[in-house]
């Protein structure tokens, strides 16, 4: 089974620096999707960004970029210019690739991101 | 606004009572996702239907159950309601058909149904 790991709770950034968040995930599949998800005080799950693993290059919407590193199963976020409506949980979440096979998410603890005016 | 739509928004009941939660996909999607967010669980999967029959379960309990109708609309039903499964229930849909766009692998949530058992 897959495991998707944030180990921050908690982070905080100053408006208009730049933060990263990190996730980690295990996997013996070859084939598989990432995503963040951003939860705001709504409660909403707001897509962010997503990411193919067969895909070298790193995806990349806006202000949000990750860094995939697959061999090290490692999928950090990066928010550029943060802004006070980035404030959420955000949720880093795994789905398998491989033909018929089960296509549900699985997802990390989340990461509260704080930030500060 | 995602295109997914839930309902009821808020839902409040009482112990071993029964409650049904109704979800209507985007637009084309076939396939419908069931969550639920706990506080002390997190998001969990619960069911996926895909064009109207049982693709997936994960933890789900046998007192909850779901369908899928020919209008791809969901339904999640809850029976004998405890304490414990107080929590927001999401669903999501995602198209899944590689030839029809191009993010076929991404789910789509909708806003959730928040149940309160009392």
């Known amino acids: 089974a897959q495991t998707v790991t944030q180990s921050q709770p908690e982070m905080s950034v100053q408006e208009a620096e730049t933060v990263t968040l990190s996730c980690t995930y295990d996997t013996s599949e070859s084939d598989y999707y990432l995503f963040w998800y951003k939860q705001p005080p709504s409660r909403q799950m707001i897509l962010v960004i997503r990411?193919?693993?067969?895909?070298?290059q790193n995806a990349t919407e806006n202000r949000f970029s990750v860094n995939f590193q697959k061999a090290a199963k490692s999928f950090s976020l990066k928010i550029s210019d943060s802004q006070l409506g980035d404030a959420a949980m955000y949720f880093c979440?795994?789905?398998?690739?491989?033909?018929?096979?089960?296509?549900?998410?699985?997802f990390g603890s989340g990461t509260q991101l704080t930030v500060l005016p | 606004d995602s295109g997914v739509t839930q309902t009821p928004k808020h839902l409040i009941t009482a112990t071993g009572q029964r409650v049904t939660l109704r979800c209507s996909p985007r637009?084309?999607?076939?396939?419908v996702y069931w969550y639920q967010q706990s506080l002390d669980q997190g998001l969990q999967f619960l069911i996926q239907?895909?064009?109207?029959?049982?693709?997936a379960k994960g933890n789900i309990l046998e007192r909850f159950s779901a369908q899928q109708f020919p209008d791809l609309h969901s339904e999640l039903n809850l029976s004998s309601l405890e304490l414990g499964d107080s929590a927001l229930y999401f669903c999501a849909s995602s198209v899944e058909v590689r030839e029809v766009a191009e993010h076929t692998d991404t789910q789509y949530f909708g806003p959730g149904t928040r149940l309160t058992v009392l």
């Open positions: 979440a795994y789905r398998s690739g491989i033909s018929g096979s089960a296509r549900q998410l699985t």
């Open positions: 990411q193919e693993a067969y895909k070298q």
């Open positions: 637009s084309g999607d076939l396939s």
């Open positions: 239907y895909y064009n109207g029959e049982e693709r």
